[in-house]
């Protein structure tokens, strides 16, 4: 059996826009936290293929719809791994704010829950 949204009390209304809000930004972390992993595997990518690489090597980096060739090995390396501490931060924090999302919303669940039951009760 639905239950009817009119019918519930003002307080309950509130906590369910709340959950729908916190699920939406849930949501908009997990789908960060995915674009961050992608981005860090291929960094993590390009550093291996890098490592395979001497000296004499001509590497280029993309920049817009140009590849231009880098001065030194050491200079793309540098500036890889810059980049991949970067990204590695940015997906700890994406995932701690995951974790906070996911315990506020099952707390909002639990709470919503409990008054519902109440109000069947009574």
Known sequence: ????????????QNQLGQLQ???????????QRSQIDL???DTERALEELK???????????????????P???????E???????LEIRKKTLEQQEGRFKEK?????SKIQNALSLSKAG
């Not at 639905?2 to 003002?10: C, G, M, Q, R």
């Not at 001497?54 to 880098?70: D, H």
């Not at 919303?105 to 669940?109: D, G, H, I, T």
Request: hydrophobic share 35%.
């Open 1 to 12: 059996m639905a239950i009817d949204p009119k019918n519930l009390s003002p307080q309950i």
């Open 21 to 31: 809000q916190i699920q939406q930004q849930l949501q908009l972390v997990t789908q």
């Open 39 to 41: 981005r860090l595997k």
């Open 52 to 70: 395979k690489t001497t000296e004499k090597t001509p590497i280029y980096k993309s920049i817009g719809a140009l590849l231009i060739r880098v």
């Open 72 to 78: 030194t090995k050491q200079s793309i390396e540098k």
């Open 80 to 86: 890889l791994m810059e980049n991949k501490e970067t």
């Open 105 to 109: 919303s099952q707390e909002l669940q």
